[in-house]
Structure formats: C-alpha cells, structure tokens
C-alpha cells in the first residue's frame, strides 16, 4: 500500500502560479511520453510516478498518442491512479492533449471538433478519470477554424471533462486569437506548452512575453533536450538511454562531437556551481518568471531527484549567463 512522504509539501516555494490564474503548478513537471508505454516495465513507471509525487511534484503531463502503442501511456498511468494515487486526486493537475494521429480517417487527428471532443472521452476513459484538469490543443491545425477548435476545448471545460483549456505548440499571432476566442467563450486560456531549452530558443523573441502579457501560464516541455543536455551521452550512447533503445526521436547520429564539446563545457559551468548539467539546463528554464513550470521525462526514479534538486540553486550571475551564452555561440 503506497503511503506518500509527509514532507512533499515542505517547500512552498517549489509552486509558481500559472500566469494570473488560480492555479499553481510545481517547478518541475513529470512527463509521461517516453518509458511508459506499453513495452516499458510497469515496476519502473509505477516508481518514478510516485517518486515524483513523494518530491512534491503535482504535474503529470500526458497525451492521447503517448505510448507506443498509442494511449498506452494513458493506461499505465491510469492503472498507478486506480492502485496507488487515485485517493490523491485531488491533490494532482492531470492533463492530456489531441492533436497528433490517434486513429485512421479523417477524424482521427488535428483540430476538429469530432476529433477532440472523441479524443478526450478515450483519454478519460484509459485512466479511469471522470474529468483531467487540463485539455490542450496539442498542435495548431491549419485547415480547420479557430473558432471550431477554441470552441471544443470551451465545451470541454463547460461539460465538466476538464477544469482547463490549453495550448501547445501555437506561434505568438495564433496563440493571441485562440487566447481572445476562449475568452469570449468564458473559458480563459490557461496554460501554453511549447519546446524550450539551451537548444531551442523560439519561445525568446515573442511568445514568452505574450504570454505574460495574456497573463498565460508556461510550461516547457523537453528542458533537457530530450537527454542531451546532460551527462548521459558522455561515454557513448547507452543501450538504456533514449538514443539507445527508443531512436524515433533522437538518434545517436543528433549527438554530434560539436554538441558533445558544448556540453561538456556547460558540465563544467555546472559542475561550478555544485550542479549536475541536468540541474543547470532545468534551472537555466526556470530563470524566466513568465516559465511556471520545466516539464521533464525521466528513465528513472533517481532522475526525478535529481531534476528536482535544480530548484535549490536557480539564480544565475551574469557572468554565468553570458559565459553560457559564449559556449551556446561557439
Ligand atoms: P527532457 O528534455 O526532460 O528529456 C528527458 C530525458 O532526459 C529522460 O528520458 C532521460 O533520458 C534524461 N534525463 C532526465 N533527467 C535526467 C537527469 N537528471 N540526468 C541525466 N539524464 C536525465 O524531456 P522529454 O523530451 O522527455 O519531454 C518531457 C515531457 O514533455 C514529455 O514527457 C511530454 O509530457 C512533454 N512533451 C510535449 C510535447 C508537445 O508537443 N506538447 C512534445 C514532447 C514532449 P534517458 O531516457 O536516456 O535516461
């Protein structure tokens, strides 16, 4: 029987509030898009989920087509609610997405109304819930109305299906007219989840401070860049790494010797401030208020300690950033 670490709770400041909303969201956020799925050991994912929440970690963050298979990732973590964590559940911000290729025809991906909505009653359905407390659009849909997809995550929120409505993947312009369109529908834009790290900045020039502006919250998913900004791939590729056992993201050829030497340096620099790179890279993200939340994946339990340890260490000198920002140039 999993009873939950009395201490989860002990630092306040481990919450930041997302955007002006009622709604806090821990630092580090657990993803469950890799090591979850149908193939991957249930021991392990049951473990690093509780991990997470005995650290504090309130956030899980999946979607419809998180596997493989697709939805598997969903009924893995439906099974930890029904074994373990269900009696928390007041005390969790679940959230999954529609947007990516769910099932065959026509309405089986993108933006409509029928596929969100459908989406949405099988991702509750796959972990047992009776709503998630936040639905996003996972990606903008070119072809169908605005109008129509700001409208099902609207009646999503209106039935009672999810607490919140949110985005992922939206440029600044679209982000703008979505955010308008739920408004005027009654149900603010809570959350935008973009890609950000050292790696891949669009989110600087513009979105961010959209955000701001909308007073929209941040999550950021793939801090580390998936694994490459950290220790993992120092020695080679291991076999138990991403690169290594699950390529269809990131393949040992994206870790190049220019890369390595890169982060090797930021190693040093976080190594300087009695940091892992991981923790640096996490805390790095963090440096913006305007970001509520690194949305990390783990391999392990020992990760997500790890990931959560960035937090005691987030301020930078500006010798520290501009030193970061010579290593990124180089
Ligand atoms: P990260 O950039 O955090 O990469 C996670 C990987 O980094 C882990 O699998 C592990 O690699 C490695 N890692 C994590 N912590 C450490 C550590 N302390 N030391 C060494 N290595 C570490 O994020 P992901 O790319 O996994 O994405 C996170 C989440 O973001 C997803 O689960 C999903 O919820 C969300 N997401 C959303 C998308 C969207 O379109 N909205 C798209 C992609 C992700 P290894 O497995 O090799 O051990």
């Known amino acids: 029987m999993y009873s939950p670490a009395p201490s989860r709770y002990d630092s306040p400041d481990f919450y930041r509030r997302c955007g002006r909303s009622g709604i806090k969201l821990p630092l580090i956020s657990l993803g469950l898009w890799h090591n979850f799925g149908a193939h991957d050991p249930y021991e392990n994912a049951r473990a690093i989920v509780l991990r997470a929440f005995d650290l504090g970690i309130t956030h899980f963050d999946l979607a419809n087509n998180y596997g493989p298979m697709e939805g598997s990732a969903e009924t893995t973590f439906g099974r930890i609610l029904r074994e373990d964590l269900g009696q928390y559940r007041d005390e969790l911000i679940i959230t999954t997405k529609a947007g990516y290729l769910m099932w065959p025809g026509p309405y089986g991906e993108w933006g409509s109304r029928k596929y ?60 703008l007219r979505a955010a308008k369109l739920l408004r005027e529908m009654g149900t603010p834009c809570l959350i935008h989840q973009p890609r950000y790290s050292m790696l891949d900045r669009w989110i600087e020039p513009e979105l961010l401070g959209t955000l701001e502006k909308e007073g929209i919250g941040c999550v950021v998913f793939s801090p580390l860049a998936k694994g490459l900004l950290t220790d993992r791939y120092f020695k080679g590729v291991p076999a138990d790494s991403r690169a290594g056992h699950d390529p269809r993201f990131l393949k040992p050829e994206d870790i190049t010797d220019k890369l390595l030497g890169q982060t090797k340096k ?53 010798v520290e950033l501009a030193e970061i920002e010579k290593i990124l140039a180089g």
């Open 116 to 175: 969100l909505l459908a989406s949405l009653d099988q991702s509750l359905k796959r972990m047992g819930l009776d709503y998630v407390d936040i639905f996003y659009s996972h990606r903008p849909d070119p072809e169908t109305p605005l109008e129509e997809t700001m409208g099902a995550l609207a009646h999503a929120v209106r039935s009672g299906k999810a607490l919140y409505a949110g985005l992922s993947n939206y440029r600044p312009a679209e982000t």
């Open 266 to 318: 930021l190693n040093e620099l976080a190594q300087a401030r009695s940091q892992s790179l991981a923790q640096m890279s996490l805390a790095w993200v963090l440096r913006h208020k305007t970001v509520t939340s690194a949305l990390i994946g783990a391999s392990r339990p020992s990760q997500v300690d790890d990931c959560v340890g960035a937090t005691k260490n987030l301020k930078f000198s500006a």
